[in-house]
T-cell receptor
Framework: KNQVEQSPQSLIILEGKNCTLQ??????????LRWYKQDTGRGPVSLTI?????NTKSNGRYTATLDADTKQSSLHITASQLSDSASYIC??????????FGAGTRLTVKP | DTAVSQTPKYLVTQMGNDKSIKCEQN?????MYWYKQDSKKFLKIMFS???????INETVPNRFSPKSPDKAHLNLHINSLELGDSAVYFC????????????FGPGTRLLVL
């Protein structure tokens, strides 16, 4: 079983709507959690990085939350745009900097 | 200017061949990485390299070897290519090995026939 589970696997929303992607992890001892956006055919782009002491971080219309007690994170996208269509990947690292990747959520924003 | 660049973008080769993928970063970063993304889009780290210290993911076959001629370059050499090596390989860099933003290259699509 993967130590980082993302849900849903895929999501389709209408332009302008909000959505929330989930990431649950069992990685321990926890160091940091990252969210990446990966457009089709391109490399991942970092959206946020959060450490144990941070419970929310924003990057424009993207807001990530972290609950280190329940080992859950979410990525909220506000007022979605067509360019938000991409895969969103959650990555959790332990104190040894070993990174565990989620399988990603494939988001499609339709006009 | 491209921050992290990789060449070639596409690589098609026969099983058993030896090939190299080049990576260069112009960000002045100390740490570079190689990742493999399989057909199911699962990303997996292969190597990280910092100040001549190489950290290898234990699952990576020893047919794969990174070579760093200088701080700005981390090339990936693959010997005796196998069908299962077909994937997209991403190079990335960060300021240090710690909790830093990693910047990814555009990827090299390798197909082994």
């Amino acid at each position: 079983k993967n130590q980082v589970e993302q849900s849903p696997q895929s999501l389709i929303i209408l332009e302008g709507k909000n959505c929330t992607l989930q990431c649950n992890y069992t990685v321990s001892p926890f160091s940091n959690l990252r969210w990446y956006k990966q457009d089709t055919g391109r490399g991942p782009v970092s959206l946020t990085i959060m450490t144990f002491s941070e419970n929310t971080k924003s990057n424009g219309r993207y807001t990530a939350t972290l609950d280190a007690d329940t080992k859950q994170s979410s990525l909220h996208i506000t007022a979605s745009q067509l360019s938000d269509s991409a895969s969103y990947i959650c990555v959790v690292s332990d104190f040894n900097n070993d990174m565990r990747f989620g399988a990603g959520t494939r988001l499609t924003v339709k006009p | 200017d491209t921050a992290v660049s990789q060449t070639p973008k596409y690589l098609v080769t026969q099983m058993g061949n030896d090939k190299s993928i080049k990576c260069e970063q112009n960000l002045g970063h100390d740490t570079m990485y190689w990742y493999k993304q399989d057909s199911k889009k699962f990303l997996k780290i292969m190597f990280s390299y910092n100040n001549k210290e190489l950290i290898i993911n234990e699952t990576v076959p020893n047919r794969f070897s990174p070579k760093s001629p200088d701080k700005a370059h981390l090339n990936l050499h693959i010997n005796s290519l196998e069908l299962g090596d077909s994937a997209v390989y991403f190079c990335a860099s960060s300021h240090t090995r710690g909790v830093e933003t990693q910047y990814f290259g555009p990827g090299t699509r390798l197909l082994v026939l």
